[in-house]
């Protein structure tokens, strides 16, 4: 009556040890460590390399508790923060420009758990450590930018009707075409309209000309507003994930602005550097009709405007934007064949690369412009003389003045550009040592709780509660080792639902010992009573977890951040709890009391 087939133990058995040794990574914590990677992401990592770190390593008298290699990178590990931070300068200065050195922290558990693929939990900010950045999305920005790519577009789509007009120009964030009369301005607001039709356009007559300006609809507004919003998150993200950060937080707030938490980041001034950029490209013609002395003296001709130029003193470009950032498929660092320069590799989409080349074929002889725009300023990286057609897609950019930086403009071109500029208006770090103290507390108020339920379960069901107990510690470990596997995030609010899961997978062992106490009193055997007492409570215990569940679940898809974290701790602790209180528990009984043909009493 109350025996298990051998596959359910097997199965127990089986469930016991993979929990147990995804559990286990957890308890070993984390160390200091300094990362090597390449700065070209072509160049491989290899064993002379790993040689070469040691041996600097080694001389400047810094143990390393190890050195491994790790994909394309080399991680060392130390005893202390002070010898990690040590060690950084050291690398960074003996393996020089080519090598990027970043401080890191990496798992202390043994390698052999690493190969089976037993890695420990993530841990969020208020746990690890790290950085906590509220950014603000410029969104006039975002209007005027959006206002850069019709005027653009209205350029081609006039071009390809061979309509005429004098001069396209943007004004804030609308665009003003004028023509020369009033059938041109006519005919291009029949065009324009028909294929832009989340613009207002309204036409003006002028004594020396025909004005047609476009405006965005307010409905259009607020979703180029939506957008810029959203594509900064996303290019947020991959910038972030080129930092190579565990599991960070990115998430809106508000209509205008982000939050991103980087648990773990030491390198604060790093993160901070790459996700307040906003460098993005922008190909102009140079104004070759201009003045050099009005330039000196910042007199911009009609048309134009001044730009610094990295090969010293300034520079007239057209306002005209011939190519955008947008364009840009993938940017890599590399250097020039023929001066050995820092450069970036990038290739174009096929409409960019299209117009790269109609605008090389037009201008061969003429000066082009290569713009760097950071936080709305433009810098001239460079400026060749076309010498023939370029096409193909692919376009190398030289100027670049040290390796890094060639590898930090790469990597936020790939990452994507910011749809409008950014500014961080908060910023907040937590220190290694205040995480340790809320992994410390949190620890210990969760094996107080397990101790207190244990106490009171073992004094008032005797080895039935025992069973329990026991049950409830595996629950424990089962629910740590699915967080370790899915390698979910594990904040405060987190541990708070491991306790609280912990406190509520206890009731369905209280409802099926008083279920059993019950058939006893009604006058049951002790073993039908057992039988009874599983069976006739598990519907009772399905319905209370299943609305817990639903609980959950609402929790998940309605809240954010923190609440997410603690509902999805929650609903795989339920579903734990069901197979540990009912099936782990069971099976202790059955192995205790069940091969017993003539059972007089239990200890209940």
């Not at 390399?49 to 810094?62: C, P």
């Not at 030289?398 to 060639?406: D, F, N």
């Not at 010992?513 to 009604?522: G, Q, S, Y």
Request: charged fraction near 20%; include cysteine.
């Amino acid at each position: 009556m109350n025996r298990y087939p051998l596959w359910k133990y097997l199965l127990i058995g089986v469930t016991l040890v993979v929990a147990f040794l995804y559990t286990l990574p957890n308890f070993f914590g984390e160390v200091p460590a300094v990362q090597v990677s390449p700065v070209r992401t072509s160049e491989e990592v290899d064993t002379a390399l790993l040689g070469r770190v040691e041996a600097l390593l080694k001389t400047a008298a810094l143990p390393a508790s190890g050195v491994e290699l790790a994909g394309n990178s080399i991680k060392a590990r130390f005893a202390s923060t002070d010898v990690q931070i040590r060690a950084k300068d050291v690398l960074q200065n003996g393996l020089g420009e080519r090598y990027t050195v970043a401080l890191n922290l990496v798992s202390a558990s043994p390698a052999w758990l690493s190969t089976i693929n037993a890695l420990p939990m993530y841990l969020g900010l208020d746990l690890r450590g790290g950085v906590h950045f509220l950014l603000e999305v410029d969104m006039k920005a975002a209007l005027e930018k959006a206002a850069v790519r019709y005027q653009n577009d209205f350029r081609t789509e006039l071009r390809g009707e061979k309509i005429r007009y004098s001069r396209i120009s943007r004004e804030g964030n609308a665009v003003v075409v004028r023509f020369a009369t009033r059938d041109q301005r006519d005919a291009a607001a029949d065009k324009l309209g028909a294929v832009f039709t989340d613009l207002d356009f309204a036409p003006e007559d002028l004594d020396d000309g025909f004005l047609l300006t476009a405006r965005l609809k307010p409905e259009a507004e607020k979703q180029v507003q939506a957008f810029a919003l959203q594509q900064n998150i996303t290019t947020l993200r991959n910038r972030v994930n080129e930092l190579g950060v565990a599991e960070p937080v990115i998430q809106q707030q508000g209509a205008n602005r982000v939050v991103v938490q980087l648990p773990g980041v030491q390198d604060t001034a790093k993160a901070k550097d790459i996700l307040g950029r906003t460098a993005t490209l922008e190909v102009r013609m140079v104004d070759e009709q201009a003045d050099p002395l009005l330039i000196e003296q910042g007199q911009a001709p009609f048309g134009a405007e001044i730009v610094a130029s990295r090969e010293g003193g300034k520079i007239a470009v057209k306002k005209d934007v011939v190519l955008t950032g947008d364009s840009i498929t993938d940017a890599s660092p590399g250097f020039d064949s023929t001066s050995a320069q820092a450069a970036v590799h990038i290739n174009l989409d096929g409409k960019g690369a299209r117009i790269f080349r109609d605008v090389t074929r037009e201008n061969v002889g003429k000066r082009m412009a290569i713009l760097l725009i950071e936080k709305g300023v433009a810098e001239a990286i460079t400026a060749p003389v076309i010498r023939e057609e370029i096409g193909g897609g692919r376009v190398q950019i030289t100027g670049m003045e040290t390796a890094q930086e060639a590898s930090d403009v790469a990597l936020l071109l790939r990452a994507g550009a910011l749809a409008a500029p950014m500014q961080i208006v908060e910023e907040r770090t937590v220190g290694p040592s205040m995480g340790a103290e809320n992994i410390e507390k949190g620890f210990h108020s969760n094996v107080w709780g397990f101790l207190a339920v244990v106490t009171f379960m073992t004094i008032y069901y005797r080895v039935f509660g025992l069973f329990s107990s026991v049950a409830l510690a595996i629950n424990g470990f089962f629910l740590i080792a699915l967080l370790s596997m899915l390698q979910a995030t594990l904040t405060l609010p987190g541990m708070a639902a491991i306790a609280l899961t912990l406190g509520m997978a206890i009731d369905a062992n209280v409802l099926i010992n008083e279920r059993i106490r019950e058939e006893l009193r009604n006058g049951a055997t002790p073993q039908a009573a057992i039988h009874a007492g599983y069976d006739r409570a598990w519907g009772t215990i399905l319905d209370s977890n299943l609305t817990t569940l639903i609980a959950g679940i609402a929790l998940f898809w309605l809240g954010s951040g923190p609440v997410r974290g603690f509902a999805v701790v929650l609903c795989l602790g339920i579903l734990t709890s069901m197979f540990s209180a009912v099936t782990v528990s069971r099976a202790m009984v059955n192995l205790t009391y069940g091969r017993r043909s003539r059972l007089a009493k239990v200890s209940i």
